[in-house]
């Protein structure tokens, strides 16, 4: 028996921002969920963003596996900055994909993706999680990707905190993104869900506005409820903040076994 899913999305331009330059794809059906976040201060960001989605979908429909799949779209991305009120433009790329009782995972940049589930003994080890990732399973919540930023690999370094970290002046600046003129590389996780639980793939404009403690305590609070509910009350606790940049997310509620009532809550 595979994985039964039901998700929920919400993309929003923020408080600060006149364009939102991040698109997304929640596609139960296909068993995909992407979000593309284009780069902040690039001409034709929200171009990227578009762009990735779209070709990542398409070639994911025809059989490429995700890194197959970013890496054309990282070259699609390239190919069309050539036009020039373009050119600069780019795009970090986050992506679950359903197969089977698996997610494979894939991502360029600093969009994230979280796992929130009861915490089993043992799930802070073998889930593939860096060091620093593992003092999340005691709030239930994992950031199963890692950052391609310069502040993330300081926090590896041990040069900064990860509170330090969070609120660095250079936080939200990237190592790489698709679009970027040089190659690029694809991390890839697989993920076996072994209790119900969600994931959360998202933009920067979630987590730079909320903390993994208060994503953690917002999920917990409200994990009753419809999935669709459940996004509306993140939707609202991101807009009490300053958002001052655009904010997507996707929450992807999941049963490894029977249905039972828990999910029962979160289908449609």
Not at 42 to 71: C, I, K, N
Not at 132 to 139: G, K
Not at 203 to 232: E, F, N, P
Request: aromatic share 4%; proline share 3%.
């Amino acid at each position: 028996m595979g994985l039964r899913c039901s998700s929920a999305s919400v993309s929003h331009v923020g408080h600060a921002r006149e364009v939102n330059e991040d698109t997304h794809l929640a596609d139960d059906a296909q068993g995909l969920w992407i979000v593309a976040d284009g780069v902040g201060g690039h001409v034709g960001g929200d171009v990227a963003s578009r762009l990735a989605v779209d070709t990542v979908s398409q070639q994911v429909a025809e059989g490429a596996d995700l890194t197959d799949a970013f890496l054309q779209a990282h070259e699609r991305i390239l190919e069309r900055a050539q036009t020039l009120d373009l050119a600069g433009m780019g795009t970090t790329l986050a992506a679950v994909r359903q197969t089977g009782r698996l997610f494979e995972l894939a991502w360029v940049g600093d969009s994230r993706i979280y796992c929130f589930e009861e915490p089993r003994r043992g799930d802070e080890q073998g889930r593939g999680l860096n060091q620093s990732n593992r003092h999340a399973a005691q709030i239930k919540l994992q950031q199963l990707s890692r950052d391609h930023s310069f502040v993330e690999d300081m926090v590896e370094r041990g040069v900064l905190s990860r509170d330090e970290a969070a609120t660095h002046p250079q936080r939200n600046l990237i190592r790489q993104a698709l679009g970027m003129p040089k190659s690029i590389k694809v991390d890839r996780l697989q993920f076996k869900p072994r209790v119900n639980g969600l994931l959360l793939v998202c933009s920067d404009g979630v987590t730079d506005m909320l903390s993994d403690a208060q994503l953690a305590a917002l999920l917990d609070r409200y994990l009753d409820r419809h999935i669709k509910a459940l996004a509306l009350e993140l939707k609202n606790a991101l807009l009490a903040t300053p958002a001052d940049d655009n904010f997507t997310f996707i929450l992807i509620a999941y049963s490894p076994g029977r249905v039972n009532a828990w999910l029962n809550r979160c289908l449609p």
